[in-house]
């Protein structure tokens, strides 16, 4: 470049004409840039959309093309400010004769700038690395429960006032592996309480445990597995007065067995007859909180229906027909599981 300057001013360039000369090949090299980098950006972001569950678009509006020429006049004059300020205020005799020497300031200023657009890439690539790894931990982990061939919908209508009867009938339903209804959505924290005392609990304990309204064969359908102890089941009858807790719930309430423990829920005594394995509810950030279950078909209102992979669309059609039947005129609206989770 330094010697560009002197041929051109040796053959009568004014520095006038260099410095809208090299403004003017900067911000060419800059819209190309634009253009390339909106180009990359429509094409990938139905990839990305895909990926992240988003529905951003790509709108040119005033806004869009206002920021755009922004961003072009301010990077391309500023690529460009260099050659065209400094450069051609060279003397042409001394270029021309290779007397113009570099200082180790510009040397530096020129292989920082240069370090530094890699050190950048670098960073950008590793987060790129980071994110991917983020998300495919976030898909792949075991979250404690099954969210897979799992859909959930809330029981309204005589689905609600005739809830055992509608839940037996999709049991024996071809297709359905297993159901039942809970108080909760698996998905954050919906109801918690600090209604839970236990022998041995200090006076002041303040500690806020999850509570799951629970229906028969919840653990089934959701493939929540036992530690120790058993679930609800009607063949023992009396299981309202009975409550099952998570491993989280036992090592804070400091119970070393806890299986035929009294403990009072909201005042009302009742035994633990099961220990259930930690599972994930909420953002993978949060530790697993203390939780517990308790039998209460009334307000379990959340139908949750494990299915056979191997046919899905023919059972959910099945589903349909039977809750427009406990549901005449109601619209049937069902979620899968994993999806609110991807969520």
Do not use: C
Request: avoid cysteine; aromatic fraction near 12%; proline fraction near 3%.
């Amino acid at each position: 470049r330094a010697h560009e300057v002197g041929v051109r001013k040796a053959i009568g360039a004014e520095r006038k004409s260099l410095i809208g000369q090299y403004l003017s090949e900067s911000l060419g090299i800059t819209l190309i840039a634009l253009l390339l980098a909106w180009a990359l950006a429509w094409l990938a972001l139905p990839v990305f959309n895909s990926i992240t569950d988003k529905h951003m678009s790509l709108t040119i509006d005033e806004r869009t093309v206002l920021g755009s020429l922004g961003i072009l006049l301010f990077t391309g004059l500023l690529s460009g400010s260099y050659p065209a300020l400094y450069l051609s205020s060279f003397d042409p005799v001394k270029v021309l004769k290779g007397k113009i020497k570099s200082s180790w300031g510009e040397v530096i200023a020129r292989k920082g700038l240069v370090i530094f657009q890699f050190v950048l890439s670098i960073i950008l690539i590793i987060g790129v690395l980071i994110v991917r790894n983020q998300i495919e931990f976030v898909q792949s982990k075991n979250l404690g429960y099954n969210k897979d061939q799992l859909i959930h919908f809330e029981s309204e209508g005589q689905v609600e006032e005739k809830k055992d009867i509608f839940l037996e009938q999709l049991r024996h339903m071809p297709g359905v592996v297993a159901a039942s209804s809970v108080g909760h959505s698996f998905i954050g924290r919906n109801n918690n309480t600090y209604g839970l005392d236990w022998p041995g609990k200090e006076e002041g304990t303040l500690i806020l445990f999850e509570n799951f309204a629970t229906n028969y064969d919840l653990f089934k359908t959701m493939g929540i597995e036992m530690e120790e102890g058993r679930e609800f089941s009607r063949e023992f009858g009396a299981d309202t007065s009975k409550i099952i807790l998570n491993e989280s719930a036992v090592k804070i309430m400091h119970l070393e067995h806890p299986l035929g423990t009294v403990i009072k829920q909201w005042g009302k005594d009742k035994e633990i007859i099961g220990v259930v394995k930690d599972f994930h509810f909420q953002s993978l950030h949060e530790t697993i909180k203390p939780a517990f279950f308790w039998l209460t078909p009334d307000n379990a209102w959340n139908i949750m229906v494990r299915l056979d992979k191997d046919k899905v669309p023919g059972t959910l059609k099945s589903i349909e027909s039977l809750y427009n039947q406990f549901n005449p005129g109601f619209i049937f609206e069902y979620k899968f599981q994993d999806e609110d989770y991807a969520n």
